[in-house]
């Protein structure tokens, strides 16, 4: 049974309240970086696995795609992005990402942003999103940093005043599950190590183009203090590969 805390009500209404749910991509941190390793979408076929509230369906939009789909599990998400969504060209899916079944090269770019990282075996997804990629098109996509998804705890050593003095790794190379504390309840995802990430995909027949482990943006790094904490380990991993 593939876990959907996203359709919960407690844990959607803390959900709503997050930065990145307010102020959408621009209060996203890693943001900044994704966007730049994104190809042209001008005329593309685009497809966001795990699309939330419909932000990067929209931006691509925005950017002039030829047409954008949206596949997420959480009916409360694709409800708000349909409250959101006044376009035409976009459509959503409600379905498991990794249960997608599109037809072979249906699409010029795959996009996914923090969602991976829920589902159990990467390997089975990376030949879907290959399949149904057309020859030359992208797949780009964000997860949590497998430095931070090894623990369960997911969160910082302190001292005895609060102050965080480390962000401590353990059990790295024991890839699976992980029960998490996210927001108001506990949640399943799935820890996989860096080159877990890197093999899977060449071996679904992808060429890796780009590697980063973003920072926040300078703006971020000014104006919330606590973002600083965000230079002393990587939170996320981004990757661009190409069919």
Request: hydrophobic share 35%; with cysteine; aromatic share 12%.
């Amino acid at each position: 049974m593939k876990q959907n805390k996203y359709d919960d009500d407690n844990f959607f209404s803390a959900y709503k309240k997050m930065a990145r749910s307010v102020k959408g991509l621009e209060g996203a941190g890693e943001w900044h970086v994704l966007k730049e390793l994104l190809p042209e979408l001008q005329n593309k076929s685009v497809l966001d696995l795990g699309c939330g509230f419909g932000w990067h369906c929209r931006y691509a939009s925005d950017q002039q795609a030829r047409s954008v789909i949206g596949v997420d599990i959480s009916e409360k998400m694709l409800q708000q992005a349909r409250e959101m969504t006044n376009d035409s060209l976009i459509s959503y899916i409600n379905m498991p990402i990794e249960d997608i079944d599109f037809l072979d090269s249906q699409f010029d770019v795959v996009i996914s942003s923090l969602a991976i990282h829920y589902i159990k075996s990467f390997e089975a997804f990376c030949k879907k999103v290959y399949d149904c990629l057309k020859p030359g098109g992208s797949f780009v996509f964000s997860v949590e940093h497998p430095i931070f998804t090894s623990r369960s705890e997911q969160d910082w050593y302190y001292d005895d005043k609060g102050n965080r003095l480390h962000w401590a790794v353990d059990n790295y190379q024991s890839e699976g599950l992980r029960e998490t504390s996210f927001l108001t309840e506990y949640v399943i995802k799935y820890h996989r190590t860096f080159s877990t990430y890197i093999n899977d995909l060449v071996t679904a027949g992808f060429n890796i183009r780009t590697v980063k482990e973003p920072i926040p943006s300078e703006e971020m790094l000014n104006s919330i203090p606590e973002m600083k904490d965000e230079l002393r380990r990587p939170m996320f991993l981004i990757i661009s590969a190409e069919k």
